[in-house]
């Protein structure tokens, strides 16, 4: 079945600085990656995904690639400020598993320096 | 914050006893799933429903119950059954197909002692 692999666990930046969190996915049928963000004490919320059409996908600060090749994609934050902290969560769905719900990988945490 | 509604958002037990966690949402969205989220495991997934009085095991459903009864209502009980049952516990819905985006509660933290 799918297995999604997320890295780094943790991650640390300066504010301002660029952030980078990357998945690999092992179902070469996976067509739709989103990503979700959960702040401190509350739930998780969708802020981009990427469907398997296109390689790269952007919404302001926030951007998504996708190599399908290699089976992975990656989170790229740019110019990070405090309220981006949070654990964010990339995941794929699994088309091949009798069409079964998204798997998750297990999150990382970015915290940002001010 | 309206949408789907978890309750209690904590909830205590002593071990042996089953708990029973409620999920309501009123988005009219035909899937609805839970999720059990532990530190460093990221989200992993107990059982999910796509339509009224079906539903099916996700990766992790040994020890748990659900049922969908209305389209509206997916609760969970935490069976005596279940090994470790102390954790966060999210519930989630969406439109049928599983490439739509995913709307989750607030979740219900669940301790057994």
């Known amino acids: ?114 | 914050d309206g949408g789907i509604t978890q309750s209690p958002k904590y909830l205590f037990r002593k071990e042996g006893q089953n708990v029973t966690l409620s999920c309501e949402q009123n988005l009219n969205h035909d899937a609805m799933y839970w999720y059990r989220q532990d530190p460093g495991q990221g989200l992993r997934l107990i059982y999910y429903s796509q339509i009224v009085n079906d539903f099916q095991k996700g990766d992790i459903a040994e020890g748990y119950s659900v049922s969908r009864e209305k389209k509206e209502s997916f609760p969970l009980t935490v069976t005596s059954a279940q090994k470790n049952p102390t954790a966060f516990y999210l519930c989630a819905s969406s439109m049928a197909d599983y490439d739509s985006p995913l709307h989750f509660g607030n979740g219900t933290r669940l301790t057994v002692t």
Do not use: M
């Open chain 1, 1 to 114: 079945g799918e297995n999604v692999e997320q890295h780094p666990s943790t991650l640390s930046v300066q504010e301002g600085d660029s952030a980078v969190i990357k998945c690999t996915y092992s179902d070469s049928a996976s067509n739709y990656f989103p990503w979700y963000k959960q702040e401190l004490g509350k739930r998780p919320q969708l802020i981009i995904d990427i469907r398997s059409n296109v390689g790269e996908k952007k919404d302001q600060r926030i951007a998504v690639t996708l190599n399908k090749t290699a089976k992975h994609f990656s989170l790229h934050i740019t110019e990070t400020q405090p309220e981006d902290s949070a654990v964010y969560f990339c995941a794929a769905n699994r088309p091949d598993s009798g069409n079964t719900p998204l798997v998750f990988g297990k999150g990382t945490r970015l915290s940002v320096i001010a």
